[in-house]
């Protein structure tokens, strides 16, 4: 067991889990992000987007880091500002889960809410401006823009290094959501720079308009690109093979299912793009791996995706769409016995 000094150091490694597999031998391995410090993926990017912005001047000693966040990237930018010594600024929304607002807090960050209590509508756009107009009045100010950061997707080069360590060249599907399209775009371009022929297949809820319209509201946390939103320069087309779109009630009857059927909790974005690898796996060829980046775990939405009030408000809790998952999952229980 390793000794580190600093929380960062802590990031990566993070465990691959197989949640199902078909009598063809195709499986379905989930990267568990939620096992990097702060509960997500996006700690990998917040680091990076920081040492890049150090490396070029953009951000020095005693400086402010400002960002518009859903939460993630707020808490990962939380921990490498108190590591180095940096104010941080979060713009943030009432879409945001609230204990990963108390956490940013907790570790020093100033939040800047753009709407009222009470209106827990997404408002990526009107977080963006504000964060890049305190950034220009504010005195060494660093505004990271995780949507036109460039960094973003170079902090994920390691989830292709720990993929290929872990399976050899043997991944064939990579289906992930994309937001700002970091995650699935850094680590399939780097990925096929090592040779694989992975094949990258982004999932993004109904409503979001990356993958085309028509746009709409949607409850997917930290995914997406909401109607009016610019779709973020990672998001790279040309290595998108396949967008798929998922609706709330699938993916969040996906993190609930698959919660009660193997005991792993992952977020509502991560339910989106398992429910479209689940239903894809029978008709993939023999033999193939499917890998789902798992960008948070389900702990962060107890009082949303797993709060039966909470969803029955909104429509939608769907006992027959969580009733279909469980008849995936233990129809491609990996187990061989179907107990774990
Ligand atoms: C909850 C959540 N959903 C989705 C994503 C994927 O986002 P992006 O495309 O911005 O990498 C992330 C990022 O790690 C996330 O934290």
Redesign the pocket.
């Known amino acids: 067991m390793r000794v580190v000094t600093r929380v960062s150091d802590l990031i990566g490694n993070t465990p691959l889990f197989e949640l199902a597999r078909t009598a063809t031998g195709t499986r379905l391995l989930l990267k568990l992000?939620q096992f990097n410090p702060t509960g997500?993926?996006?700690i990998r990017?917040a680091r990076q987007m920081v040492l890049d912005a150090e490396e070029t001047g953009q951000l020095r000693p005693g400086g402010t880091i400002i960002e518009s966040t859903s939460g993630?990237t707020g808490l990962g930018l939380a921990v490498i500002a108190a590591e180095r010594g940096y104010r941080f600024t979060a713009v943030v929304d009432n879409h945001a889960c609230r204990d990963k607002l108390a956490a940013m807090r907790a570790m020093g960050a100033q939040l800047v809410f753009v709407a009222d209590e009470g209106d827990d509508q997404l408002a990526t756009s009107a977080r963006e401006d504000l964060a890049a107009r305190m950034a220009k009045e504010t005195e060494n100010a660093f505004f990271t823009e995780?949507h036109n950061n460039p960094s973003?997707a170079v902090g994920y080069h390691a989830v292709a290094h720990e993929l290929t360590e872990a399976l050899g060249g043997d991944i064939d599907y990579l289906v992930?959501?994309?937001?700002?399209?970091?995650?699935?775009f850094g680590t399939a371009r780097e990925l096929r720079r090592q040779g694989s022929g992975v094949r990258v297949i982004g999932v993004e809820p109904v409503g979001s308009i990356a993958f085309g319209g028509p746009g709409g509201p949607y409850y997917q946390?930290?995914?997406g690109t909401p109607p009016g939103a610019e779709i973020?320069t990672?998001v790279d087309y040309d290595l998108l093979d396949e967008g798929i779109k998922v609706s709330d009630v699938d993916a969040f009857a996906t993190a609930r299912a698959v919660a009660a059927y193997s005991g792993l909790m992952i977020?509502g974005?991560?339910g989106g793009a398992v429910f479209a690898a689940l239903e894809r796996l029978a008709s993939l060829p023999e033999g193939a791996t499917v890998v789902t980046l798992v960008?948070?775990g389900g702990e962060k939405y107890l009082d949303t995706v797993f709060d039966d009030r909470w969803m029955r408000a909104r429509g939608l809790l769907s006992p027959e769409a969580e009733a279909g998952v469980t008849r995936l999952l233990a129809a491609h229980d990996p187990t061989a016995d179907g107990s774990r």
């Open positions: 992000e997500a993926a996006k990017m993630n995780q973003n992930c959501p994309v937001g700002t399209g970091g995650s699935l946390s930290g995914t973020g990672a977020g974005s991560a960008c948070d």
